[in-house]
């Protein structure tokens, strides 16, 4: 459910707000969702990280995503 609200603010939401859910470091949580056996699940979080790449934000620091995706293991599961 909760990956569900944030690919929905992802999709629909502002920079600023979607700025401060990076901020909260809720990027590992969606690199678990990439983690399980569901096709569902997976397809929901990887959704949501192409939505974010294709906004083009300009997050502060500038590779606060990328640092969060590799510290949540995000490059081993892919």
Known sequence: L???IIS???RNDTIEIINYLINLDFIG???LLL???D???FNLAIGAITRLLR???SF????IFWIQF???GGIEVL
């Open 39 to 41: 096709l569902k699940f």
């Open 55 to 57: 906004k083009n934000i």
């Open 70 to 72: 590799e510290n949540g």
């Open 60 to 63: 502060e620091p500038n590779d």
């Open 2 to 4: 909760a990956a569900s």
């Open 29 to 31: 949580s969606l690199v």
């Open 8 to 10: 929905d603010i992802i």
């Open 35 to 37: 983690e399980m056996n």
